[in-house]
Structure formats: structure tokens, C-alpha cells
């Protein structure tokens, strides 16, 4: 079955400091899709960064970027510069191969510290 | 162009009444992927439609449907509703919703409450 492992229930960083969120997965497809959204605490899941897992370049968005190891199963998010404003929930996740049913983990919460 | 909408944005009803949620896609999205959100077991998958046709389902009881129009929107209905099905409930679209498919955006999310 697939699975998505957060181990990180909570995370500090000092402002402007780089911070790793972990995240390994689980699933015996050879096409999946992994995500990565931030939860603010209004509630709304923002989407942060995609990787598909024929993509051999990590995928990089402004400040955040994937750290994917296929053969590790993992996909770690690396948020750079952390601003105040990063301070959210932070979910990753998995698509199938078919289907629009995304399989999150349980999610990180980062705190950002002045 | 306009993200993911759903209405109402909050909701509070009583237990044994039901409830019908909307969501509208981002335009060109033909997915439209329902996500129940509690403290306790974190986001689950309800259910998925495409081309107004259920694609795929998550674990929960008959109380809980779903229905796609033409134009993609999506309704989910919550019959006979319970004190645990307090939660927000998310919805999301995408072009696809295949693994290639690098879209996937959710709506602000129904905060529904049952007293």
C-alpha cells in the first residue's frame, strides 16, 4: 500500500536560515507524482512544488526546492532564507499513477523565529 | 486565471441533517478530488470524479456522495450527518490527474461544523 512518512511533527529555524522538511514514501508504481503544500493556519492548502518520478532534475520553485532520491524514497523539502511567514503546516504528498487521489503524510509544523 | 472555489466557506448544522458542498475548478480542470481534513486522522480521500464520472473512492460510509456536472463542478452531499464529520473539507482540481499531470490545486476548503 502506499504511504507517505513524515517524521518531523515540529521544526524550528531562526529567520533567514535554510531548513529541511523530511519526507520518505512508499509504493510499488513506477509513475507517481510528489507534492509538497503549505497549510497556514487559515486553513487553505497552498501548492508549493511537484516532482514527477521520471523527472531527473530536482524540482526548484523561488525559495523551495525537492530534494529527490529515488532510490532512498525520499523527497525532502528544502526551504531557503525562511521568512515569518513560512511559519505553517507543511504537507507532502503522493499521486498514483492514475487517478487525481493525492496520499499525504501527517504533516510538518514550522515555526519561524525572529 | 481563477483558482478553486468552494462554497460556503462555513457551515454549522445539526446532527441527523444533511449537507451539500460546492466546488468549482480551476478552469481547463476536468479532476475534482474531495479531502475530508480532522485534527485526528489528518486528510483523508473521499472520493474523485472526471468527465462526471466517479474515478476513484476513498473509505467512508454510503453517508457520504459526490456528483461532477458538465462544466466540472462538484457537489459532495453528507446525509444523516454525525458529530464526527466536523471538518474542513477540501476540494481540489487538476487538468488530468495522472502522474504526469503537475497541476493539483485546492479550493480555501468548507469548514463544517455539526452540533
Known amino acids: 500500500a502506499q504511504k507517505i512518512t513524515q517524521t518531523q511533527p515540529g521544526m524550528f529555524v531562526q529567520e533567514k536560515e535554510a531548513v529541511t522538511l523530511d519526507c520518505t514514501y512508499d509504493?510499488?508504481?513506477?509513475?507517481?507524482?510528489l507534492f509538497w503544500y503549505k497549510q497556514p493556519s487559515s486553513g487553505e492548502m497552498i501548492f508549493l512544488i511537484y516532482q514527477g518520478s521520471y523527472d531527473e532534475q530536482n524540482a526548484t520553485e523561488g525559495r523551495y526546492s525537492l530534494n529527490f532520491q529515488k532510490a532512498r524514497k525520499s523527497a525532502n523539502l528544502v526551504i531557503s532564507a525562511s521568512q515569518l511567514g513560512d511559519s505553517a503546516m507543511y504537507f507532502c504528498a503522493m499521486r498514483e499513477a492514475q487517478g487525481g487521489k493525492l496520499i499525504f503524510g501527517q504533516g510538518t509544523e514550522l515555526s519561524v523565529k525572529p | 486565471k481563477a483558482g478553486v472555489t468552494q462554497t460556503p466557506r462555513y457551515l454549522i448544522k445539526t446532527r441527523g441533517q444533511q449537507v451539500t458542498l460546492s466546488c468549482s475548478p480551476i478552469?481547463?480542470?476536468?479532476?475534482v478530488s474531495w479531502y475530508q481534513q480532522t485534527p485526528g486522522q489528518g486528510l483523508q480521500f473521499l472520493f474523485e470524479?472526471?468527465?462526471?464520472?466517479?474515478?476513484n473512492k476513498g473509505n467512508f460510509p454510503g453517508r457520504f456522495s459526490g456528483r461532477q456536472f458538465s462544466n466540472s463542478r462538484s457537489e459532495m452531499n453528507v446525509s444523516t450527518l454525525e458529530l464526527g464529520d466536523s471538518a474542513l473539507y477540501l476540494c481540489a482540481s487538476s487538468l488530468a490527474g495522472h502522474h504526469g499531470d503537475n497541476e493539483q490545486f485546492f479550493g480555501p476548503g468548507t469548514r463544517l461544523t455539526v452540533l
Open positions: 509504493t510499488s508504481d513506477q509513475s507517481y507524482g
Open positions: 478552469s481547463g480542470h476536468r479532476s
Open positions: 470524479y472526471f468527465s462526471e464520472t466517479q474515478r
